[in-house]
Antibody
Framework: QVQLVQSGTEVKKPGASVKVSCKTS????????IHWVRQAPGPGLEWMGW????????NSARKFQGRVTLTRDASISTAYMELSGLRSDDTAVYYC??????????WGQGTLVAVSS | DIVMTQSPLSLPVTLGQPAFISCRSS???????????LNWFHQRPGQSPRRLIY???NRDSGVPDRFSGSGSGTDFTLKISRVEAEDVGVYYC???????????FGQGTKVEI
């Protein structure tokens, strides 16, 4: 079955960078875009961007441009999201999701990134 | 940018009774290809979102048929025909722009018994 498994909890200081991985299985990695979404404490989902695993093309929300880097390693069916210049308001659970029919049909379990001095 | 507005934000429900959640977009979600890229998600506490509905009214695999979606243009509705205890949580509508892909979520509707 389709699975997206993310890396574990990260605790970072303000100004640092974090890199979250999303390992996929159960389907052809290059056939579906991977999106990244975050959820700060409380309800609310915020879209960050996507990567085309086939070409490596990316696009990100204006809010994150210049701070987020989306990459992939197709040889191990894994996508990555790196966020730099961390601030306290970047504390959130970060999700990867497979894009099917322009919506995430399968999501990772989430990675908590806590930013604190 | 497209803004998605849900109502109500909090929805007390009664087991066995229907429930309705509304979602309005700031511009039409219909595209030249004839599709309307409106999705509905359900998120339980401590869990990842799970998609229930895509393209307005198509249920994802394994989603009970008590969930249905309807609407067009800028106005959409998620209906739960008979609420069950496992349906509690937060529901989000989401528009998925076709190209270049981008997602915008509604604020979420908290459903509680």
């Amino acid at each position: 079955q389709v699975q997206l498994v993310q890396s574990g909890t990260e605790v970072k200081k303000p100004g640092a960078s974090v890199k979250v991985s999303c390992k996929t299985s159960g389907y052809t990695f290059t056939d579906y875009y991977i999106h990244w979404v975050r959820q700060a404490p409380g309800p609310g989902l915020e879209w960050m961007g996507w990567i085309n695993p086939n070409s490596g093309d990316t696009n990100s929300a204006r809010k994150f441009q210049g701070r987020v880097t989306l990459t992939r390693d197709a040889s191990i069916s894994t996508a990555y999201m790196e966020l730099s210049g961390l601030r306290s308001d970047d504390t959130a659970v970060y999700y990867c999701a497979r894009d099917a029919n322009t919506g995430g049909d399968c999501w990772g379990q989430g990675t908590l990134v806590a930013v604190s001095s | 940018d497209i803004v998605m507005t849900q109502s109500p934000l909090s929805l007390p429900v009664t087991l066995g009774q229907p429930a309705f959640i509304s979602c309005r977009s700031s511009q039409s979600l219909g595209y030249r290809d004839g599709s309307t890229y409106l999705n509905w998600f359900h998120q339980r506490p401590g869990q990842s979102p799970r998609r229930l509905i895509y393209k307005v009214s198509n249920r994802d695999s394994g989603v009970p048929d008590r969930f249905s979606g309807s609407g067009s243009g800028t106005d959409f509705t998620l209906k739960i025909s008979r609420v069950e205890a496992e349906d509690v949580g937060v529901y989000y509508c989401m528009q998925g722009k076709h190209w270049p892909p981008s997602w915008t979520f509604g604020q979420g509707t908290k459903v509680e018994i």
